[in-house]
């Protein structure tokens, strides 16, 4: 009789170890799941953050073009651009800091000329503006976005092509 509820014991503690390594092993397929879902939460947030920015940024009139007092859209005033890095920005630092975060802007334009010989486009661009810059010195990564836009030199009355560069720094 003894040795008979033995092998009962000795039987149900296998199956409980058993049991308790099948929920171990299904509580670690549930949290792997759960991780990659987070994975993605984040990055979709990290997107809709950069498309905030981004947003913040076509829409500040600082630097739009405006004719008339009528704003032309994804239209950005080169002269405007120039006044708002050396005055508007270095003055109300605080309130752009909590308007883009951890943030650099920089501007690239491009000028197109036409040679008559042959027709091509020649593409030159110059170093670019920073505009913002408000970059983390400990970040884990970059996230990149360009824009491309038109710019107005309000001096010359002339149009050229450029590329607003947001790195938001996570």
């Known amino acids: 009789m003894k040795k008979k509820s033995q092998i009962q014991m000795m039987q149900t503690i296998i199956i409980l170890v058993i049991f308790f390594f099948l929920i171990a092993i299904g509580l670690i397929f549930y949290f792997s799941y759960q991780k990659s879902g987070l994975k993605d939460k984040s990055r979709i947030y990290q997107n809709i953050e950069m498309i905030k920015k981004s947003q913040i940024l076509s829409f500040l009139p600082e630097i739009q073009c405006s004719f008339g007092n009528i704003i032309s859209s994804d239209c950005y005033d080169i002269q405007k651009i120039h006044a708002f890095t050396s005055t508007v920005y270095p003055d109300n630092k605080y309130y752009y800091d909590s308007l883009f975060g951890n943030v650099r802007i920089s501007i690239l334009k491009y000028e197109t000329k036409i040679h ?22 400990d ?18 009355n002339k149009y050229y092509f450029g590329i607003i560069k947001l790195e938001i720094y996570q």
């Open 116 to 137: 008559n010989w042959n027709q091509s486009l020649i593409w030159k661009g110059d170093s670019g503006l920073t505009l913002y810059d408000n970059s983390k010195p």
């Open 139 to 156: 970040y884990s990564g970059i996230r990149n976005l360009e824009i491309p836009v038109n710019l107005f030199d309000s001096a010359l």
